[in-house]
Each structure stands twice: as structure tokens, then as C-alpha cells.
């Protein structure tokens, strides 16, 4: 069972990234998904997420508007976009992929949105 991220970096102020959650080992659209973040000194805390189908999407309101999950199970892929980032969204990005007693995460990849 394997999550890997991919896409994070360094942006200005402003800008935007579109992060990668790569699946593999088990039954990717049988798994909601997650995105949570890391910054320096706190917790870890909630992104948003998306149904297994992709059908239901949510949001922590810090993001809404400008953060868009989506995934294609076709693929094996979730996506995280990333608009008007702001230096408060630096952070580490995991993936998190879930179902009942079930429960994966990725190693993280790096935001930091800096000018």
C-alpha cells in the first residue's frame, strides 16, 4: 500500500499548485480521500475531502474558494489545486486515503508559498 505526493514547491504570494496523491497496493475507488496539512509548531489539521466517486467534496473555510479536491479513479490519483496562495498555507500537504477500519497516509510534500 503506497501514497506518494507530488507537486509541492515554492510559490509567490498569489500563485498556485497543483499537488499529487498517487495510489497503489489497494482499491483506490473504494477510499475516500483526504487532504491535510503541517505547519511549523502546529498540528496537523484538515484540508477538505472527497468521496470515493467523487461526487461529495468539503472544505475548512480557511480554503474554500480558492482549494479544489478532485481524483480520477481512473487513474489511481487524487488532486489537490491550490489557487491565491497565501504565506498561511505554508505547510506540509499529506494525503490521506480512508475507509471503515482502514486508513493510509502519504510521506507529505512541501508548500511554501513566500515572496
Known amino acids: 500500500v503506497q501514497l506518494v505526493e507530488s507537486g509541492g514547491g515554492l510559490v509567490q504570494p498569489g500563485g498556485s499548485l497543483r499537488l499529487s496523491c498517487a495510489a497503489s497496493g489497494f482499491t483506490f475507488s473504494a477510499y475516500g480521500m483526504s487532504w491535510y496539512r503541517q505547519a511549523p509548531g502546529k498540528e496537523r489539521e484538515l484540508v477538505g475531502y472527497?468521496?470515493?466517486?467523487?461526487?461529495?467534496?468539503d472544505y475548512v473555510d480557511a480554503v474554500k474558494g480558492r482549494f479544489t479536491i478532485s481524483r480520477d479513479n481512473a487513474k489511481n490519483t487524487g488532486y489537490l489545486q491550490m489557487n491565491s496562495l497565501k504565506p498561511e498555507d505554508t505547510a506540509v500537504y499529506y494525503c490521506n486515503a480512508y475507509r471503515t477500519l482502514r486508513n493510509y497516509w502519504g510521506q507529505g510534500t512541501q508548500v511554501t508559498v513566500s515572496s
Open positions: 472527497i468521496s470515493n466517486d467523487g461526487g461529495e467534496t
